[in-house]
């Protein structure tokens, strides 16, 4: 029998807000006639929960198909195929999933896996006890930070130091359409590092000096906390590896050494949910040569990352601000900015 294609028109409302938005790969599919409709149902291995929650793998119910040499299309419908990358928009029917918005809730990612990545629960040591795995994020507009008022060993007097971390954090504020800001809250002598239920709590940037206890390649390391129930980040923390380091704020003079600005900027990125991007370009990527300044501006992917999860139009709720006392959370080592190779002599230690 000929192949039959039957068109099905569609009338598009407007977007509506998907409950639970996914990436991952399309594994199976399987179609059948439902009532004279060939109904098809892809197996989805989930790798990204972006929105709401969703098992390991998901079953997503769409129209259309072919069947004993009969095909169905719809204008404006889903079409998934087998092996393919997606984020897909979805919504909850019964024990199966259907894409909100038709076409407009597919989204092709391509075989690469260049894309900005966020950091989950499941990335907690120990694991949180939840087996859903939620997407970290902070659910303020504005998150306030402090930096320690003894700065860096290597920059005497310490204001370049200070400025070049409070440009890290104006890279990622200064993205249209994303709302997400910082407060500079000021310089603090001897601030805490780490979360205390009991308070008080404040986001700090803080160079380590001495008695550096993580992987002496480590330029720098953030710290976050957050509720293993939601994914809501309640405190973060951003450690700089003055120890075996040797930083700078002007590269171009010397090119031995780590550049400041370039090292927090990635670890904002850290500081607000992301994770390493296998990209090289991208502020994201895990390693960073002596002397090298790209890290400073953003690529494309690393802005869209901002945007998609801290978009404007959709600012939480005011509901006082972050780092409180109270929340049930889990802290969290986000990856760390791996220096290649200006590292001072390692100091003997006591």
């Known amino acids: 029998m000929a192949l039959s ?18 990436e991952g790969v399309v594994t199976e599919q399987s179609s059948r006639w439902e009532d004279g409709i060939i109904v098809t149902r892809s197996i989805v291995e989930v790798t990204n929960v972006l929105t709401g ?11 259309g198909g072919a069947v004993d040499g ?9 079409w998934l195929v087998p092996g393919e990358r997606v984020r897909l928009d979805l919504a909850p029917s019964g024990a199966e999933m259907t894409v909100v918005g038709g076409e407009t809730g597919v989204h092709q990612l391509g075989a690469g896996t260049e894309r900005y990545v966020r950091t989950t629960t499941a990335s907690a040591m120990p694991e949180c006890p939840q087996q859903m795995k939620y997407p970290l994020f902070w ?3 504005t998150i306030p930070y402090v930096i320690d008022s003894a700065g860096s ?8 130091a200070f400025a070049a971390i409070r440009a890290s954090f104006a890279t990622w504020e200064n993205i249209d359409r994303s709302y997400i800001s910082f407060q500079d809250n000021g310089l603090v002598d001897n601030v805490k590092i780490g979360y205390e239920k009991s308070g008080p709590n404040s986001n700090a940037v803080k160079f380590i000096e ?39 704020t002007n590269p171009a003079v010397d090119v031995t050494k780590n550049d400041i600005q370039n090292t927090v900027t990635h670890e904002v990125g850290h500081f607000i949910g992301f994770d390493h991007n296998t990209d090289p370009e991208s502020t994201m990527y895990s ?14 992917d690393d802005i ?13 709720e005011p509901a006082g601000c972050c780092s409180g006392a109270g929340h049930p959370g889990s802290p969290l080592a986000l990856g760390a900015l791996v220096g290649l190779v200006a590292l001072r002599r390692r100091r003997a230690r006591a």
């Open 210 to 248: 001495e008695d550096w206890t993580r992987d002496f390649r480590a330029l720098a390391i953030t710290l976050a906390t957050f509720d293993c129930n939601s994914g809501e980040i309640v405190d973060a923390d951003i450690i700089l590896n003055g120890e075996d380091a040797v930083f700078t």
């Open 5 to 22: 294609l039957v068109v099905l028109s569609s009338l598009l409302t407007a977007p509506v807000p998907a409950p639970v938005v996914i």
């Open 70 to 78: 009969l095909g169905q299309w719809w204008s404006g419908g889903v």
């Open 139 to 141: 659910n303020v507009v």
């Open 287 to 300: 390693d960073a040569a002596p002397g090298e300044t790209k890290k400073r501006d953003l690529t494309q």
């Open 153 to 160: 060993d290597d920059i005497r007097p310490p204001e370049p």
């Open 53 to 63: 929650s969703a098992p390991a793998k998901v079953q997503v119910r769409h129209l």
């Open 304 to 316: 869209q990352g901002a945007i998609d999860v801290y978009e404007v139009g959709h600012e939480p």
